[in-house]
């Protein structure tokens, strides 16, 4: 089994009543899409948990199982196509999967709740951000729409948007990328939630705007002590905010780690690979590295480790038998805490 749970030593389950353990604890979830083409397997069997006060981040490249976990999290998967076949995904102790749609319902937006990538599609374009802001606190908390407007200014100004007083009846087209993406944090940040899910908030974004939204984000984290998951595809938006990485690649965890021990000493190919991708400032006037290939496709999802047929230390055990995230150790035999990897060949990887 796949499971960061157990790489941490953090084996035990949460209390019924959430008085333990972690907010969140996905357990060998699995997601497919029924398609006329045969059955994609976007998500085979992920384990990972997130703590109040604590940033997850979730790495991979498109079409690795990021996205598609979050949303069977937050219950916003198109179903069908979509199908959970197996899994648990505990809230406080409670698996969502079998609450009743009015349960899951209560806890989204309240309790847990998602900042999506693209904030112009996310926001009615119709309806001033105001009214949207407002929405949550009409809904939710019964507020009048004198009251909602109030709190949705205040939200605003939380959240550092100039002028939020006259700029409360403004709609989505009139605001700037940055602008948007922070509105879409403040619309997160509404109920107070326990957690929350930002699914690439900095995309599209350019470099001051993102290390801004970041910032923000890491700033609001820090004052209401929730968890946060962090999913990206880019290892240099995350460096200075998670306190622990899953990287995904073929709907599989492929690593766990703390943050700073990742960086320092990659543990999985993969994870080598996009940090390698990363442009640095003493590689001035080199070519960019890539990965060379592309991810699978998941209806014919490769025999062995996936990442195989990518991979420079690839070998024959690669190619037949399915690696699954085990313990990091040092060379002395002893653990390294949090730390997991899926391949064959960790050790040659992470010293060498």
Not at 289 to 311: D, V
Request: hydrophobic share 40%; with cysteine.
């Amino acid at each position: 089994m796949t499971s960061i749970e157990k790489t941490e030593g953090a084996g035990s389950a949460p209390a019924a009543d959430g008085s333990d353990g972690p907010l969140l604890d996905v357990r060998d979830l699995h997601v497919e899409f029924r398609t006329k083409d045969g059955v994609v397997q976007a998500v085979n069997g992920v384990n990972y948990n997130v703590s109040a006060g604590e940033t997850l981040a979730v790495l991979g490249e498109s079409g690795s199982g990021k996205s598609v976990t979050a949303q069977a999290v937050m219950g916003i998967l198109d179903m069908p196509p979509g199908r959970i076949p197996r899994g648990e995904i505990l809230f406080r102790g409670r698996d969502m999967l079998r609450m009743s749609a009015e349960e899951h319902r209560r806890i989204r937006g309240q309790k847990i709740a998602m900042i999506f990538q693209d904030a112009l599609s996310a926001l009615n374009p119709v309806l001033s951000v105001g009214f949207q802001l407002g929405e949550m606190f009409r809904v939710h908390q019964g507020l009048s729409r004198k009251e909602a407007r109030a709190r949705a200014i205040e939200l605003m100004e939380r959240v550092n948007i100039p002028a939020a007083k006259s700029r409360v009846g403004d709609f989505p087209h009139q605001f700037s990328g940055g602008m948007r993406q922070r509105i879409m944090i403040a619309m997160a940040l509404a109920l107070e939630p326990d957690l929350i899910i930002a699914d690439e908030p900095t995309t599209a974004l350019d470099v001051t705007v993102q290390a801004q939204v970041m910032e923000l984000l890491a700033e609001l984290q820090r004052e209401y002590q929730m968890g946060l998951i962090l999913i990206t595809h880019d290892l240099g938006v995350v460096a200075d905010v998670a306190d622990k990485i899953a990287v995904m690649y073929a709907g599989r965890i492929v690593e766990t780690a703390p943050v700073h021990e990742l960086y320092k000493r990659p543990a999985h190919p993969y994870t080598r690979g996009l940090l390698d991708s990363i442009p640095r400032l003493d590689q001035k006037g080199q070519e960019l590295y890539a990965i060379k290939g592309l991810p699978p496709n998941l209806q014919r999802i490769p025999s062995g480790c996936a990442f195989h047929p990518r991979c420079p230390r690839a070998t024959d055990v690669c190619r037949t038998e399915t690696p699954v995230l085990t313990p990091v150790t040092e060379q002395d035999g002893g653990g390294l805490p949090g730390r997991g990897s899926a391949c064959h060949h960790w050790k040659e990887t992470i010293h060498g």
